[in-house]
C-alpha cells in the first residue's frame, strides 16, 4: 500500500505538532529538563539554533497542508513559505533571539491569517 506524500490532514497534523513541539521546547525549560537529564547539559545553549529554524519550517509546512487543503487556492506556497522560514530562521539567530517571542508570534498569526485568507478564497470559488 502506497501513501500519498501530500495528503493535507497528514501534513497539517505533523506541521502543526512540530511547530507546537519546537514553539513548547524554545519558550519552556522543557527540552532543557530532559537533556539535562540525560547528562548532555552541555548541548542545552545550542538548542535554539536547532529550533528555531525546526519551528519556521514546520510553519511553512502548515502553509503547504492548507493550501493543499483548500483545493490549490492561489499560488503554490512552498517557496514562499520556504524562503521566509529561512529568512526568519537567519534573521532570529542574527538578532541573537532578543525578538524571538514576538517573531514567532507573529509568525504564528501570519499562518492564521494566510488560513482565513485560503478559507475565504475557496468559500468565494464554491459560491461562483
Excluded at 493535507?8 to 525549560?29: I, Q, S
Excluded at 548541548?43 to 539554533?49: E, I, K, P, Q, S
Excluded at 541573537?96 to 507573529?106: D, P, Q, S
Amino acid at each position: 500500500m502506497t501513501q500519498n506524500i501530500e495528503n493535507p490532514d497528514r501534513l497539517l497534523k505533523w506541521g502543526l505538532g512540530g511547530a507546537v513541539f519546537a514553539a513548547l521546547c524554545c519558550f519552556t525549560p522543557l527540552l532543557v529538563v530532559v537533556v539535562a537529564g540525560v547528562g548532555l547539559s552541555a548541548f542545552t545553549g545550542w538548542l535554539d539554533y536547532a529550533l528555531f529554524p525546526l519551528l519556521f519550517f514546520c510553519l511553512a509546512v502548515v502553509a503547504q497542508a492548507l493550501w493543499l487543503r483548500a483545493g490549490h487556492v492561489g499560488p503554490n506556497p512552498k517557496l514562499w513559505a520556504t524562503a521566509i522560514a529561512a529568512a526568519l530562521s537567519i534573521l532570529i539567530i542574527w538578532i541573537e533571539f532578543r525578538f524571538a517571542l514576538r517573531i514567532t508570534v507573529g509568525a504564528f498569526v501570519a499562518v492564521g491569517v494566510y488560513a482565513f485568507f485560503l478559507n475565504q478564497m475557496k468559500t468565494k470559488g464554491a459560491t461562483h
